[in-house]
């Protein structure tokens, strides 16, 4: 499992190359279809809350199954992937295809465009339900399986919507797959399911994470605003 991330990883750091030199040609097209073909299936998926809902789902699931230990892997995922493509966002301040006159958005987003956050929230969750102790189970199978389908969804949504471009939805991706993986090669490498680290304190952690992220959205829209 381990060589096929690594490879995986390569493949996006390609596919995220080529995809700047076809960004606007990619956008243009997305744009003028969407524009054709107006749906409120595609626009509805512009939102997170079914992610967080199916996490939460998730969660409670392994909360009833007595192994609350393996919930905080998830919610620590969601918070990586988000920490770092937000700081990703910062630094790179690239603007929303929408400052393109061709471009004629179905929304308005005030962040910068440069990587995707929505699809790192997402992706971050893949390498989590892939790991041996969780993939075992068929309730966290069928989930994996959802989750790629909702990665779909959501990446075509941000193309859709015209507030991304086709390298930042890529980004996203790898930023997210790349923090649960490590998160994951972390957890093999020093066993902390075996150690039970996670036993009594699961949901003051998934807590304080949440907490986390709510803050860091907060912020970041205050830093960008002044």
């Given at each position: 499992m381990i060589p096929?991330?690594?490879?995986?990883?390569?493949?996006?750091?390609?596919?995220?190359f080529i995809s700047f030199f076809i960004?606007?040609?990619f956008i243009?097209?997305?744009?003028?279809?969407?524009?054709?073909?107006?749906?409120?299936f595609f626009i509805f998926w512009k939102n997170l809350y079914p992610a967080v809902i199916l996490v939460a789902l998730?969660?409670?699931y392994?909360?009833?199954k007595k192994k609350g230990d393996l919930i905080p892997y998830f919610w620590i995922s969601i918070f990586l992937a988000y920490l770092f493509s937000h700081i990703v966002k910062i630094l790179v301040m690239r603007p929303r295809p929408y400052v393109w006159p061709q471009i004629l958005p179905l929304d308005t987003i005030k962040t910068p465009s440069f990587p995707s956050s929505h699809v790192a929230f997402l992706a971050g969750i893949l390498p989590i339900l892939a790991m041996k102790r969780i993939s075992q189970?068929?309730?966290?199978?069928?989930f994996y399986y959802i989750w790629v389908v909702l990665i779909i969804l959501v990446g075509?949504?941000?193309?859709?919507?015209?507030?991304?471009?086709?390298?930042?939805?890529?980004?996203g991706f790898l930023i997210g797959y790349a923090a649960g993986f490590y998160l994951v090669l972390i957890e093999e490498r020093f066993k902390l399911t075996e150690k039970k680290l996670f036993k009594n304190?699961?949901?003051?952690i998934c807590l304080a994470l949440l907490l986390f992220i709510y803050l860091l959205n907060f912020f970041e829209i205050v830093y960008l605003r002044f």
């Open positions: 096929f991330n690594f490879f995986l990883i390569l493949v996006l750091f390609i596919l995220l960004d606007y040609q243009i097209f997305i744009n003028d279809f969407a524009r054709s073909y107006h749906s409120d998730l969660s409670l392994y909360f009833w189970d068929k309730v966290s199978r069928f075509f949504n941000r193309l859709y919507l015209g507030v991304h471009y086709l390298s930042d939805v890529i980004a304190y699961w949901i003051f």
